[in-house]
């Protein structure tokens, strides 16, 4: 099983960036397809973006569609969100998951998950 720790959440104001990393820990990293999650207060936890294991397939929630970006660097074990022109309805609790099998959106789907990080989007 692997262990994943997030990093990058903080306050920022509408329209910004901020880049989000998930750093793994434990054996085989590259075989898992990784996940981004967000729940905001009062809300279910939602699918943001999946990559799959080699990186070469990406998929996104159609709200976060060509403003976020999601990445993975397998030789440094780490699975990154870059976003971009961010809105105050982003204000959330950011998760990073993995799976050993192929990409869902569900997260049901996810067996690890991180800690998560907070990221504020102040209007």
């Known amino acids: 099983q692997v262990q994943l720790v997030e990093s990058g959440g903080e306050l920022v104001q509408a329209g910004g960036s901020l880049r989000l990393s998930c750093a793994a820990s434990?054996?085989?990293?590259?075989?898992?397809?990784m996940g981004w999650f967000r729940q905001a207060p009062g809300k279910e936890r939602e699918f943001v973006a999946a990559i799959s294991w080699g990186g070469a397939s990406t998929y996104y929630a159609d709200f976060v569609k060509g403003r976020f970006t999601i990445s993975r660097d397998n030789a440094k074990n780490t699975v990154y969100l870059q976003m971009n022109s961010l809105k105050p309805e982003d204000t959330a609790v950011y998760y990073c998951?993995?799976?050993?099998?192929?990409?869902?959106?569900?997260?049901?789907?996810?067996?690890?998950w991180g800690q998560g990080t907070q990221v504020t989007v102040s209007s």
């Open positions: 998951a993995a799976t050993r099998g192929p990409v869902t959106y569900s997260t049901s789907g996810f067996g690890s």
């Open positions: 434990g054996r085989a990293f590259s075989t898992y397809t």
